[in-house]
DNA sequence: AACTGGCACTCGTATGCGCCGAGTGCCAAA
DNA sequence: TTTGGCACTCGGCGCATACGAGTGCCAGTT
């Protein structure tokens, strides 16, 4: 086990690192840290640091940089998450209040936070998974085409158009449109699939091919759209990454490209909490020198979609842990409201 | 007037700093293109080149690299479009038929285009400037709360929240619905503005607060929503940039992230006709060392909206204006299809 | 008049060398 | 366990040198 002090050492490693951008040696720390021992004290706590694999020197005579688990232990059991200041918290509140819809709430929420972070800001749609379904809209196009439209209660909008196998007059679309409303309005996307399974058995005959191809399609829409979509914003921010701009910016850049690979990364944010992912603990290879920071939002109670930031592994985690929370909090409440 | 010889030079300048991203000299130059003539020559050619500011030095005793003037007169007068093979142009209308919706096909179109240039793709969502209404609905959340439901005959639907001044009932609701498809469906955005101009008259007096309120969320949402909505992809191209990256590849992220920017250069582009910017030919100070090759795309004859990509200046003019052109045809083709 | 070969010159890049200093590890003393 | 001292390492920086690609100019040729 560490000493106290090794800890404390461990601290200030990470804290002047996250600052200067510069290995940290130990002269430089018992001046700005007042540890209250001699360098070469320090020196002999770092040889053990190192031991450990909590730091490491990139060239032998060199200071020390910390390791991916170096940061670690910082954010599991050094550090706190710093809470924004009571103006900050305003003007986020602010800021999204002005949102007009979803699409502004999501937009404003990833300016916002790539803002406050000066890093990648990723910001999930809010799912359809844990919602539930407000309205369905059926519209005639022509006498065989209809258009769906799925609206959630998270404010979200799906369309499909939809050829049907037979002509399907007015009034049948409109009996359809009401049993199929007073069937799953309100109740959960997971649910609906059992809640319409007999719905075609009302029709007449000619009419039940169409109906079960709008049935079908409304599941597979519900199905489908959990390939959730994702804002990403703050990109520039990659140019503070590191002298070695062209090597590291690159896979990050198309890791942020891939979709699916963020998405899968934001699932494996632990539900309730922050989850923060350092350098290689993160699956894909082009992530392995940044950090993910994600927590789960959502209006009430459940999350009902992820957002978080990517940075490099050198970044200031209590500062960004507290930004990400607050975010994620006013934007539930926003989605709350609206 | 520049002699056919020395705009050949030029155009040889062109291709081969293109090719190696290396200042071209002029025995290099007698090597790689037959011109018949000797390095002297060339020289001598170079130095009126430069004189008339088509080529520059980067260091006295360098080879020469083209201008923004000399790119602009290789594309305005020596280089063509070079057009698709056969096999690239089924692998286009393949990768975009596989689209399910309009989100879809945007998706696919910028994924597309920045694998063929190798560049940043730029694609604007079908505008709804020149599209028709294909359907308005009206669907009651509660006593007084309605959402207005838009649908383009490109496939893209817009919402608004309501908050009506009184209750309404859904009998007026529906009559609302049924007036308002019957005078805006099939007809252009810009008409809609006179056309329900005088709907609320038919309507209870109790019932005119909300239907105006209504009528004004429309207008609002057709005027507000030409702020329009872009895609962005293959930023990870940036990073073939140049060698000298933070400086150069931070500007251009900015600029990428500000739509309002970008909007406003496509906005630029000309109808009909590809229009190439040429690095300071660009308004945008960020965008300066690029190059901006965009052109109208849309179902039928009329450009809906504009596609393009963002690279260096120094970019194969030919190449990427061949896959500017035919992208954007394919995905006209697609758009007037469903 | 246009083209060519030759030549002196420029200058950016690569290479090698020496110095400096921050930082280390180790050891003996407090 | 802590501390001061000391020899050692090694990356970065400045400088001088050599190299070579490329140029401009000029005189000679076609």
Same mark, same amino acid.
């Given at each position: 086990?560490?000493?106290?002090?090794?800890? $404390?050492?461990?601290? +200030?490693? =990470?804290?002047?690192?996250?600052?200067?951008?510069?290995?940290?040696?130990?002269?430089?720390?018992?001046?700005?840290?007042?540890?209250?021992?001699?360098?070469?004290?320090?020196?002999?706590?770092?040889?053990?640091?190192?031991?450990?694999?909590? @730091?490491? $020197? #990139?060239?032998?005579? +060199?200071?020390? @940089?910390?390791?991916?688990?170096?940061?670690?232990?910082?954010? !599991?059991?050094?550090?706190?998450?710093? #809470?924004?200041?009571?103006?900050?918290?305003?003007?986020?509140?602010?800021?999204?209040?002005?949102?007009?819809?979803?699409?502004?709430?999501?937009?404003?929420?990833?300016?916002?936070?790539?803002?406050?972070?000066?890093?990648?800001? *990723?910001?999930?749609?809010?799912?359809?998974?844990?919602?539930?379904?407000?309205? *369905?809209?059926?519209?005639?196009?022509?006498?065989?085409?209809?258009?769906?439209?799925? @609206?959630?209660?998270?404010?979200?909008?799906?369309?499909?158009?939809? %050829?049907?196998?037979?002509?399907?007059?007015?009034?049948?679309?409109?009996?359809?449109?009401?049993?199929?409303?007073?069937?799953?309005?309100?109740?959960?996307?997971? %649910?609906?699939? $059992?809640?319409?399974?007999?719905?075609? !058995?009302?029709?007449?005959?000619?009419?039940?091919?169409?109906?079960?191809?709008?049935?079908?399609?409304?599941?597979?829409?519900?199905?489908?759209?959990?390939?959730?979509?994702?804002?990403?914003?703050?990109?520039?921010?990659?140019?503070?990454?590191?002298?070695?701009?062209?090597?590291?910016?690159?896979?990050?850049?198309?890791?942020?490209?891939?979709?699916?690979?963020?998405?899968?990364?934001?699932?494996?944010? $632990?539900?309730?909490?922050?989850?923060?992912?350092?350098?290689?603990?993160?699956?894909?290879?082009?992530?392995?020198?940044?950090?993910? =920071?994600?927590?789960?939002?959502?209006?009430?109670?459940?999350?009902?979609?992820?957002?978080? *930031?990517?940075?490099?592994?050198?970044?200031?985690?209590?500062?960004?842990?507290?930004?990400?929370?607050?975010?994620?909090?006013?934007?539930?409440?926003?989605?709350?409201?609206?």
């Amino acid at each position: 086990m560490l000493s106290e002090r090794r800890l $404390q050492v461990l601290r +200030a490693i =990470v804290q002047d690192y996250v600052g200067t951008e510069e290995p940290v040696g130990s002269k430089a720390l018992t001046e700005r840290h007042n540890l209250g021992v001699s360098p070469a004290t320090v020196r002999n706590d770092m040889a053990a640091l190192e031991d450990e694999g909590y @730091i490491a $020197q #990139p060239h032998t005579s +060199a200071g020390r @940089i910390p390791t991916d688990k170096g940061y670690r232990l910082f954010v !599991d059991k050094l550090a706190g998450v710093k #809470p924004m200041t009571a103006p900050e918290r305003r003007a986020i509140q602010n800021f999204l209040d002005g949102a007009v819809d979803l699409d502004d709430v999501v937009a404003r929420t990833v300016r916002l936070l790539a803002q406050l972070t000066r890093q990648v800001a *990723v910001v999930q749609y809010p799912s359809l998974t844990r919602s539930t379904v407000r309205h *369905v809209e059926l519209l005639s196009l022509a006498p065989a085409r209809v258009m769906l439209v799925l @609206i959630t209660d998270t404010g979200r909008v799906e369309q499909r158009m939809i %050829d049907c196998p037979a002509p399907f007059g007015e009034t049948s679309l409109a009996d359809l449109r009401a049993r199929l409303n007073s069937r799953v309005a309100g109740r959960r996307f997971t %649910d609906v699939p $059992q809640l319409v399974e007999d719905l075609a !058995d009302g029709f007449d005959p000619e009419d039940r091919g169409t109906v079960s191809t709008v049935l079908s399609t409304l599941l597979e829409t519900l199905v489908e759209e959990n390939e959730e979509r994702l804002m990403i914003g703050g990109t520039a921010n990659l140019t503070r990454f590191g002298h070695d701009f062209p090597l590291t910016i690159r896979p990050v850049l198309e890791a942020l490209e891939e979709q699916v690979v963020l998405l899968k990364l934001l699932g494996e944010t $632990q539900d309730p909490g922050m989850t923060v992912r350092i350098g290689h603990e993160n699956a894909h290879e082009g992530l392995n020198s940044t950090s993910i =920071v994600s927590v789960g939002y959502g209006s009430g109670g459940e999350a009902v979609a992820k957002l978080g *930031v990517v940075g490099p592994t050198r970044m200031d985690y209590p500062g960004t842990m507290g930004a990400v929370r607050a975010v994620a909090r006013y934007v539930g409440q926003i989605l709350a409201e609206s």
